[in-house]
């Protein structure tokens, strides 16, 4: 995990008890005695999970990317090389253009520049006149003319085999091109790229600056919260998405307005995904990393010690009262800034960070229960 992560996951941990005392002072007064002594625990297990205080999108599993093919207007197509379903290498021909209407115009240009040519030899036999040479000057920039169209053409001719620039499958086949609900040119051909699932989401005007590409993410299933796939934001587009409404605008929570643009993000790996599958997906914070570990693991910054190397503790309740307890350490995660518990502490333990003004019999509240 990087650094950035560590802070942020800390920053996390301390917005939770930091709202839960603000909560407690307005709601029981800031200068109520009963709360002047207290002391603000979370609950180990919430601790471990991150997810709540994490932004999620809606996400869904798609294909890889599909890359369309589309007719020169200008030009007719001869034939289609493929059909729907047929695999396909990147250089594979999709599709070639009619090149007759090249064949005929190189024929003629040629002509042409055969005539000019014949027209320069008359002209210079008839004498060196001012008069005759800007004539040839002229005759000559008009076949400089032509042989500039007649490479246009024989590039066309080169190029008359549209190539897939992709491995991947067809997708659709459009011999006649047309178009789409929305008004825009369908590809004579679309390909859709080989390879594993990817994700697409949606972030709104407003919150779109909180993404950018090459961000970490986890992508959640909606059915098991545990279930998780790392992945990095690959493209965010810059044009807002068209609704089935025929919209552009989607409505936050607040019940206003606003633009909803694509995201996708590339998996590092897809087992138990499914195409079409509704996810989450969240800025992964760590939040993954400690899901993974067996036991109960917390940030090494709860772990205190007895005086003179004695042994280590953690702030805790007991009956509604703050206790010193001693607790067993296991493995150490530099990584992620965690140390596991082996003893001492259960998932439902409440704990607080240490403080030279906590003692013990003080008055300890569960922040997620004021917080309710």
Request: hydrophobic share 35%.
């Amino acid at each position: 995990m990087t650094k950035t992560k560590k802070i942020i996951l800390a920053v996390c941990l301390v917005a939770i008890v930091l709202a839960a005392a603000v909560f407690a002072w307005m709601k029981f007064g800031g200068s109520n005695s009963s709360m002047e002594d207290a002391v603000y625990m979370q609950k180990i297990s919430s601790l471990m999970n991150f997810g709540y205080s994490v932004d999620r999108y809606a996400g869904v599993i798609e294909a890889q990317k599909t890359q369309g093919y589309k007719c020169d207007n200008e030009r007719k197509i001869e034939e289609i090389y493929v059909t729907v379903g047929q695999e396909v290498k990147e250089g594979t021909p999709l599709f070639r253009y009619d090149v007759r209407s090249a064949e005929n115009s190189i024929e003629s240009i040629n002509l042409d520049i055969e005539g000019l040519n014949n027209d320069i030899a008359v002209l210079s036999s008839a004498g060196s006149s001012t008069e005759i040479k800007l004539q040839i000057s002229e005759k000559q920039l008009e076949i400089r003319q032509k042989q500039a169209e007649l490479e246009r053409f024989k590039q066309e001719i080169e190029q008359s085999e549209v190539l897939s620039t992709i491995d991947g499958v067809v997708k659709a086949v459009n011999p006649e091109g047309g178009s789409d609900n929305n008004g825009s040119d369908l590809p004579i051909v679309a390909v859709t790229e080989t390879g594993e699932f990817r994700v697409k989401g949606k972030v709104n005007e407003q919150t779109i600056g909180n993404i950018y590409p090459g961000m970490e993410v986890l992508i959640r299933s909606r059915v098991d919260e545990n279930q998780t796939w790392p992945g990095k934001i690959s493209n965010i587009e810059t044009e807002p998405a068209q609704e089935n409404n025929g919209g552009y605008f989607v409505e936050d929570s607040q019940g206003e307005k606003a633009s909803s643009y694509p995201f996708y993000v590339s998996l590092d790996a897809t087992d138990g995904l499914m195409l079409g599958q509704h996810v989450f997906i969240e800025p992964d914070y760590g939040q993954g990393e400690a899901k993974t570990k067996e036991g109960i693991w917390i940030d090494m910054s709860f772990i205190s010690y007895e005086e003179n190397g004695g042994a280590p503790f953690v702030w805790s309740a007991e009956r509604g009262k703050t206790v010193k307890k001693i607790v067993a350490l296991g493995e150490t995660d530099e990584e992620t800034f965690t140390v596991q518990i082996l003893d001492g502490l259960t998932e439902d333990s409440l704990i607080t960070w240490p403080d030279e003004t906590i003692t013990e019999g003080m008055k300890a509240i569960d922040a997620a229960e004021v917080m309710e």
